[in-house]
Protein backbone atom coordinates (compact mmCIF):
# COMPACT_ATOMS: atom_id res chain seq x y z
CA UNK A 1 0.00 0.00 0.00
CA UNK A 2 2.70 2.20 0.84
CA UNK A 3 4.37 1.85 -2.96
CA UNK A 4 0.44 2.67 -4.09
CA UNK A 5 0.85 5.59 -2.30
CA UNK A 6 4.31 6.98 -3.23
CA UNK A 7 3.55 6.22 -6.49
CA UNK A 8 0.60 8.39 -6.44
CA UNK A 9 2.21 11.00 -4.76
CA UNK A 10 4.88 11.48 -7.65
CA UNK A 11 2.20 11.36 -10.15
CA UNK A 12 0.66 14.02 -8.61
CA UNK A 13 3.56 16.20 -7.04
CA UNK A 14 5.62 15.31 -10.26
CA UNK A 15 2.99 16.07 -12.99
CA UNK A 16 -0.38 17.68 -11.93
CA UNK A 17 0.78 20.37 -9.78
CA UNK A 18 3.41 21.59 -12.37
CA UNK A 19 0.72 21.25 -14.79
CA UNK A 20 -1.61 23.24 -12.93
CA UNK A 21 0.84 25.86 -12.00
CA UNK A 22 2.18 25.88 -15.67
CA UNK A 23 -1.33 26.45 -16.95
CA UNK A 24 -2.25 29.40 -14.24
CA UNK A 25 0.86 31.12 -15.28
CA UNK A 26 -0.02 31.24 -18.75
CA UNK A 27 -3.86 31.88 -17.74
CA UNK A 28 -2.05 35.36 -15.78
CA UNK A 29 -0.45 36.18 -18.58
CA UNK A 30 -3.06 35.74 -21.17
CA UNK A 31 -5.74 37.37 -19.05
CA UNK A 32 -4.92 39.31 -15.85
CA UNK A 33 -1.19 40.72 -17.05
CA UNK A 34 -3.26 42.58 -20.20
CA UNK A 35 -5.98 43.95 -18.17
CA UNK A 36 -3.80 45.09 -15.14
CA UNK A 37 -1.58 46.74 -17.86
CA UNK A 38 -4.65 48.64 -19.05
CA UNK A 39 -4.99 49.84 -15.52
CA UNK A 40 -8.23 47.94 -15.00
CA UNK A 41 -9.32 47.43 -10.90
CA UNK A 42 -9.16 44.12 -9.73
CA UNK A 43 -12.74 44.03 -9.03
CA UNK A 44 -13.51 44.75 -12.92
CA UNK A 45 -10.53 42.24 -13.57
CA UNK A 46 -12.81 39.53 -11.72
CA UNK A 47 -15.91 40.38 -13.40
CA UNK A 48 -14.48 40.36 -16.74
CA UNK A 49 -13.37 36.78 -15.96
CA UNK A 50 -16.59 35.71 -14.50
CA UNK A 51 -18.36 36.84 -18.41
CA UNK A 52 -15.69 34.55 -20.07
CA UNK A 53 -15.76 31.94 -17.75
CA UNK A 54 -19.46 31.84 -18.41
CA UNK A 55 -19.52 32.00 -22.22
CA UNK A 56 -17.16 29.33 -22.07
CA UNK A 57 -20.07 27.44 -20.25
CA UNK A 58 -22.04 28.42 -23.10
CA UNK A 59 -19.69 26.98 -25.44
CA UNK A 60 -19.51 24.09 -23.57
CA UNK A 61 -22.97 23.47 -23.51
CA UNK A 62 -22.91 23.94 -27.05
CA UNK A 63 -20.07 21.85 -28.10
CA UNK A 64 -21.57 18.22 -25.53
CA UNK A 65 -25.08 19.43 -27.51
CA UNK A 66 -26.79 19.35 -23.89
CA UNK A 67 -30.49 20.75 -25.72
CA UNK A 68 -30.46 18.30 -28.33
CA UNK A 69 -29.43 15.34 -26.04
CA UNK A 70 -32.43 16.84 -23.76
CA UNK A 71 -35.14 16.91 -26.34
CA UNK A 72 -34.00 13.76 -28.09
CA UNK A 73 -34.65 11.69 -24.22
CA UNK A 74 -37.63 13.54 -24.01
CA UNK A 75 -39.07 12.59 -26.95
CA UNK A 76 -38.35 9.27 -27.00
CA UNK A 77 -39.72 8.75 -23.43
CA UNK A 78 -42.95 10.03 -24.13
CA UNK A 79 -43.12 7.81 -26.85
CA UNK A 80 -42.37 4.90 -25.00
CA UNK A 81 -44.62 6.42 -21.96
CA UNK A 82 -47.37 6.83 -24.95
CA UNK A 83 -46.71 3.15 -25.52
CA UNK A 84 -46.82 2.14 -22.11
CA UNK A 85 -50.29 3.51 -21.87
CA UNK A 86 -51.68 1.16 -24.39
CA UNK A 87 -51.32 -1.59 -21.96
CA UNK A 88 -54.29 -0.19 -20.68
CA UNK A 89 -56.13 -2.20 -23.78
CA UNK A 90 -55.10 -5.35 -22.21
CA UNK A 91 -58.05 -7.11 -20.67
CA UNK A 92 -55.95 -9.95 -18.99
CA UNK A 93 -55.16 -7.82 -15.02
CA UNK A 94 -52.29 -9.97 -13.88
CA UNK A 95 -51.19 -9.37 -17.80
CA UNK A 96 -51.70 -5.85 -17.74
CA UNK A 97 -49.76 -5.89 -14.33
CA UNK A 98 -46.64 -7.65 -15.55
CA UNK A 99 -46.64 -6.03 -18.59
CA UNK A 100 -46.90 -2.69 -17.02
CA UNK A 101 -44.21 -3.59 -14.16
CA UNK A 102 -41.90 -4.50 -16.86
CA UNK A 103 -42.25 -1.18 -18.95
CA UNK A 104 -42.16 0.97 -15.72
CA UNK A 105 -38.84 -0.76 -15.03
CA UNK A 106 -37.53 0.08 -18.10
CA UNK A 107 -38.60 3.33 -18.28
CA UNK A 108 -37.11 4.01 -14.96
CA UNK A 109 -33.72 2.51 -15.96
CA UNK A 110 -33.49 5.23 -18.86
CA UNK A 111 -34.39 7.62 -17.07
CA UNK A 112 -31.95 7.31 -14.22
CA UNK A 113 -29.52 6.69 -16.97
CA UNK A 114 -30.52 10.16 -18.89
CA UNK A 115 -30.58 11.93 -15.38
CA UNK A 116 -26.73 11.04 -14.40
CA UNK A 117 -25.29 11.54 -17.90
CA UNK A 118 -27.05 14.97 -17.32
CA UNK A 119 -26.13 15.78 -14.14
CA UNK A 120 -22.42 14.92 -15.03
CA UNK A 121 -22.78 17.16 -18.21
CA UNK A 122 -23.53 20.22 -15.65
CA UNK A 123 -20.94 19.22 -13.60
CA UNK A 124 -18.26 19.89 -16.71
CA UNK A 125 -19.94 22.47 -18.14
CA UNK A 126 -20.68 24.61 -14.89
CA UNK A 127 -18.97 23.63 -11.70
CA UNK A 128 -15.36 22.49 -13.36
CA UNK A 129 -14.86 25.58 -14.87
CA UNK A 130 -16.21 27.59 -11.79
CA UNK A 131 -13.65 25.20 -9.28
CA UNK A 132 -10.79 25.34 -11.24
CA UNK A 133 -11.26 29.41 -11.62
CA UNK A 134 -11.97 30.02 -8.54
CA UNK A 135 -8.73 28.38 -7.24
CA UNK A 136 -6.88 30.00 -9.70
CA UNK A 137 -8.28 33.35 -8.64
CA UNK A 138 -7.16 33.08 -5.09
CA UNK A 139 -3.83 31.84 -6.14
CA UNK A 140 -3.85 34.96 -8.15
CA UNK A 141 -5.59 37.73 -5.47
CA UNK A 142 -4.44 36.46 -2.68
CA UNK A 143 -4.27 38.59 0.99
CA UNK A 144 -1.10 39.43 -0.17
CA UNK A 145 -1.76 41.01 -3.59
CA UNK A 146 -4.79 42.97 -2.26
CA UNK A 147 -3.37 43.99 0.98
CA UNK A 148 -7.23 42.48 2.66
CA UNK A 149 -9.70 39.88 1.62
CA UNK A 150 -11.86 41.97 -0.45
CA UNK A 151 -12.06 43.48 -3.35
CA UNK A 152 -14.41 46.05 -2.91
CA UNK A 153 -14.63 47.60 0.17
CA UNK A 154 -17.94 49.09 1.78
CA UNK A 155 -18.56 51.77 4.49
CA UNK A 156 -18.86 50.67 7.97
CA UNK A 157 -22.68 49.62 7.81
CA UNK A 158 -25.04 48.03 10.42
CA UNK A 159 -25.23 44.61 8.52
CA UNK A 160 -21.44 44.17 9.53
CA UNK A 161 -20.41 43.79 5.54
CA UNK A 162 -17.05 44.82 4.68
CA UNK A 163 -16.53 44.41 1.57
CA UNK A 164 -16.67 41.67 -1.63
CA UNK A 165 -14.77 39.15 -1.99
CA UNK A 166 -13.04 37.89 -5.52
CA UNK A 167 -15.14 34.21 -4.81
CA UNK A 168 -18.21 36.83 -4.04
CA UNK A 169 -17.87 38.80 -6.94
CA UNK A 170 -17.09 36.25 -9.57
CA UNK A 171 -20.00 34.38 -8.48
CA UNK A 172 -22.46 37.02 -8.81
CA UNK A 173 -21.12 38.29 -12.06
CA UNK A 174 -21.00 34.79 -13.21
CA UNK A 175 -24.55 33.72 -12.39
CA UNK A 176 -26.22 37.02 -12.86
CA UNK A 177 -24.62 36.40 -16.80
CA UNK A 178 -25.88 32.35 -16.51
CA UNK A 179 -29.23 34.48 -16.04
CA UNK A 180 -28.79 36.51 -18.73
CA UNK A 181 -27.37 34.02 -21.23
CA UNK A 182 -30.06 31.39 -20.34
CA UNK A 183 -32.78 34.24 -21.17
CA UNK A 184 -31.48 34.77 -24.55
CA UNK A 185 -30.99 31.11 -24.92
CA UNK A 186 -34.77 30.96 -24.43
CA UNK A 187 -36.10 33.65 -26.98
CA UNK A 188 -33.43 31.95 -29.91
CA UNK A 189 -35.94 30.36 -32.45
CA UNK A 190 -34.89 26.51 -32.01
CA UNK A 191 -33.35 25.17 -35.22
Not at 97 to 106: F, G, H, P, S, V
Amino acid sequence: MAEWNNLLDKIYYGTVVPLFALGGRILYFIFIQPMARLDFPVWLQVCVLAVLIALCSFALRHILCVDEKTRCFNAQFTKKREQQQTLQLITDKYSREALYRITDEDLNAQYNHFLAHHYARYVIIYMLPIFLTLAWLNQVYSAAVLGNLFVITIPANDFGIQGLSVTFLFLLTYVICLIIGFRLLKKRPLA
